[in-house]
């Protein structure tokens, strides 16, 4: 009898060995799961599902040491003027759908963000500086003006990925603004399309014409010649089905900016040769600086002017290469109106001190 409980005893006590031996196997191997899915991040599996464990299993932190996964960035730095602004940072590596926990470091503010009811998160908030994740691989950094310059660090971690942004504001960008006449001539240009019906003359005519004239060409080829209207009974047959068609008739003139596609030259090592006609490989280029030239100039003079496409729309350049009587190689690259502005019209704020990267990307 003695015997027989004895036996019962140490049954019993393997019995329990074996069940907790099978209850810490289990945890292991449900730690392993959880940690397979966070270093893939390929998981499309809800994390709230994913992370769960039963309530008794001590939560255990991602190892730190070698454990880190790189989040890859478009941008690894965000710079801004004393303006401040926005920008938005996108993850390129993986859907970073569970990116939960960011921080913001300023001289002496850390914030985190956690998220909330349906992965909702709360905007992160320092001095200056604010970000926000705005979906599943993008966070948006706002910086507000500033006087001084600042540099914060920004953190986002997910599980065991982690990264970092470094947000910059140089604010010395605005106290050293240079303003000249050009300068001023440039920020005025913008787009105008109705006109009052006070004339252009031939004076300002020939000197927005000189300053298309002195742009920059490939080759110094100069691929360029201008058709000038003024008659608005033609404009229905050059401009047919040309949506700008009721900005030219507004126009005190407008003008075909025409290219020649082709070079005709002496070949290079030798001059005393026929000329030879090649493809121009630049005449876009050429084209596009003659005709910032003529808007900068109209700019300078009080004029206001659109530039609008012909080139490379066939239903467009077809109908003035035709009413034209362009030469086959001649292209209408574009057509620009000008006149008075009939009500003031605001140039746009194009200023975007984070798209300049010093150094490399
Ligand atoms: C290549 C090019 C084609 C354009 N085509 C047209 C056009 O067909 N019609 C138009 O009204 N504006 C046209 N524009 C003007 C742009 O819409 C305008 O430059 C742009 O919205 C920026 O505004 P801003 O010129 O006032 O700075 C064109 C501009 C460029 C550079």
Redesign the pocket.
């Known amino acids: 009898m003695l015997l027989n409980v004895l036996y019962m005893k140490q049954l019993l006590m393997a019995a329990t060995l074996f069940v907790c031996a099978f209850a810490i196997l289990s945890c292991g191997c449900a730690r392993r799961t959880q940690k397979a899915v966070a270093e893939t991040g390929e998981s499309k599996v809800d994390a709230t599902v994913a992370m769960d464990e039963p309530a008794q299993v001590e939560r255990v932190e991602p190892e730190i040491v070698g454990a880190w996964t790189p989040i890859r960035l478009s941008q690894e730095e965000v710079s801004f003027g004393a303006e401040g602004g926005k920008a938005t940072v996108s993850c390129l590596n993986y859907d970073c759908w569970w990116l939960n926990d960011a921080q913001v470091a300023g001289t002496e503010t850390f914030f985190h963000a956690t998220p909330g009811e349906n992965n909702t998160y709360e905007t992160l908030k320092a001095d200056g500086i604010s970000a926000r994740i705005v979906n599943r691989n993008q966070v948006e950094i706002s910086v507000a003006p500033a006087s001084k310059s600042h540099t914060w660090i920004l953190h986002l971690q997910s599980g065991d990925a982690f990264t970092s942004i470094t947000v910059k504001q140089t604010a010395s960008m605005k106290a050293e603004k240079i303003t000249n006449p050009t300068l001023e001539s440039i920020a005025a240009?913008?787009?105008v399309?109705s006109f009052t019906d006070q004339k252009v003359t031939d004076a300002q005519m020939e000197a927005m014409l000189r300053a298309a004239m002195a742009a920059p060409t490939g080759m110094n080829v100069q691929p360029w010649s201008f058709v000038v209207l003024t008659d608005k009974s033609k404009y229905e047959e050059i401009f047919k089905g040309n949506?700008?068609l009721r900005?030219f008739k507004s126009a005190a003139a407008v003008v075909v900016f025409c290219a020649d596609t082709t070079v005709t030259r002496a070949p290079r090592n030798n001059p005393d040769a026929a000329p030879v006609t090649r493809p121009n490989g630049t005449w876009r280029d050429d084209m596009g600086a003659c005709t910032e030239n003529f808007l900068v100039a109209a700019a300078s003079l009080g004029l206001g002017t659109?530039?609008?496409?012909s080139y490379p729309y066939p239903d467009r350049y077809l109908p003035i290469k035709e009413a034209l009587g362009l030469p086959a190689t001649v292209v209408p690259y574009?057509v620009v109106a000008v006149g008075y502005p009939d009500k003031e019209?605001k140039?746009?704020d194009?200023w975007k001190p984070e798209r300049i990267h010093k150094g490399r990307w």
């Open positions: 240009r913008t787009s399309r949506f700008n900005i659109v530039w609008t496409a574009c019209v140039p746009k194009k």
